[in-house]
């Protein structure tokens, strides 16, 4: 039974379980953009994070009729200003943000482009784009500077997949 719902998710009731649907996650998708050796993220500030800033990369929903692979190169795009086609797009695996209440799955992918990448305009959700040299973010995993999940997710699948 729905209990509660908006544009963006709902709130199913089983019995005595609540979890939370996201009817367009399943084409949803996150993308880890390496632009030469950095790692472009976004400075974000949610209000669920109580206003914390947190450093993540970019991921939404998917659109109608769109793919994950579409939806990871129209985030880049719309969340950095970075353009990539499919050629520049890897898949690196699916990660479930939290399965005691979320039903959610998302594709996570890496765009690798050229360090000579310009970005044009972005939409204004990130306060910030932080570069970050991809050999120093072990070091800023390790000082808790990254802390988002989906950005977390895909390094790991990223690092794995160097292996």
């Not at 797009?89 to 690798?112: E, F, H, K, Q």
Request: aromatic share 10%; hydrophobic share 45%; proline share 6%.
């Amino acid at each position: 039974m729905i209990e509660y719902q908006n544009p963006w998710f709902r709130v199913v009731r089983n019995g005595d379980f609540f979890y939370v649907d996201e009817p367009r996650s399943g084409n949803g998708a996150a993308v880890l953009p390496i632009v030469g050796d950095e790692v472009w993220l976004l400075e974000m500030c949610r209000t669920a994070q109580g206003g914390q800033t947190t450093w993540e990369i970019p991921r939404g929903y998917g659109e109608v009729n769109e793919t994950s692979a579409a939806c990871a190169l129209r985030e880049l795009r719309e969340e950095t200003g970075l353009v990539a086609d499919a050629a520049h797009l890897s898949w690196l695996g699916r990660m479930r943000p939290n399965t005691a209440i979320l039903s959610s799955c998302i594709d996570l992918y890496v765009v690798a482009l050229p360090p000579e990448a310009v970005a044009g305009n972005r939409d204004d959700e990130a306060e910030h784009i932080v570069k970050v040299p991809l050999a120093l973010l072990p070091l800023q995993m390790a000082q808790g500077k990254l802390e988002d999940g989906f950005t977390l997710a895909a390094l790991s699948y990223y690092w794995a997949t160097l292996r």
